[in-house]
């Protein structure tokens, strides 16, 4: 179990500080509520534990061995997180409106498939690895304990994006807050996808 403890530290701060998938629950939890936006965070949560057990069980070895292919996925995922960010910006205006049927645009498959375009969950998933289970006696129990681990962390801390989004809906009623709203947001996306990448 002590062993355990700067795990779940690290679990802890990897989920809960900003991060693409944060900044797109919260917007989803704005403009759809909380009980629409659990499934996505269900299914980001899924992808992200998914990501950390398939880079544990051989997948981040493949990816050292291949560093352009890294660095290729890294770039794709940083362009096609800067694309959503832009298309949040251009429709920025959009007020929120009581019938939201159909509007959603990230389900809980779109949210598990972001994370494979998400910078952040991979070095995140590489850290965990070579960091806390790469002395292990038997690496592939160690990986599906912190892949595990990891899911129960993370499913509170994005809970928290989205009821963060869901209680400030009542606030961004008027278009202009809104649009300001979104543009934080699409700011937000933008930055902390580039970070992930550069830092």
């Known amino acids: 179990m002590q062993s355990l403890l700067p795990f779940l530290l690290f679990a802890f701060v990897a989920t809960i500080t900003p991060g693409p998938t944060n900044i797109l629950a919260l917007g989803h939890g704005a403009r759809f509520g909380l009980r629409a936006t659990l499934p996505l965070v269900l299914g980001a949560c899924l992808g992200a534990a998914l990501i950390v057990l398939l880079v544990g069980l051989g997948l981040g070895e493949t990816l050292l061995r291949y560093p352009r292919v890294q660095l290729a996925m890294s770039w794709l995922g940083a362009f096609w997180l800067s694309w959503l960010a832009w298309q949040l910006l251009r429709h920025a205006a959009a007020p929120l409106q009581t019938d939201t049927a159909g509007q959603r645009e990230l389900g ?69 807050r809104m649009r300001r709203f979104n543009q934080a947001l699409a700011l937000l996306l933008f930055a902390s996808t580039w970070m992930a990448l550069l830092v």
Do not use: H, Y
């Open 108 to 176: 809980p498959l779109g949210a598990a498939l972001l994370q494979l375009v998400n910078p952040k969950v991979w070095m995140m998933a590489v850290a965990v690895v070579s960091v806390f289970a790469a002395d292990s006696a038997d690496k592939a129990l160690r990986v599906m304990q912190l892949s595990l681990i990891f899911l129960l962390m993370a499913l509170p801390c994005m809970t928290v994006w989205a009821l963060l989004g869901a209680g400030s809906a009542r606030l961004l009623q008027a278009p202009e």
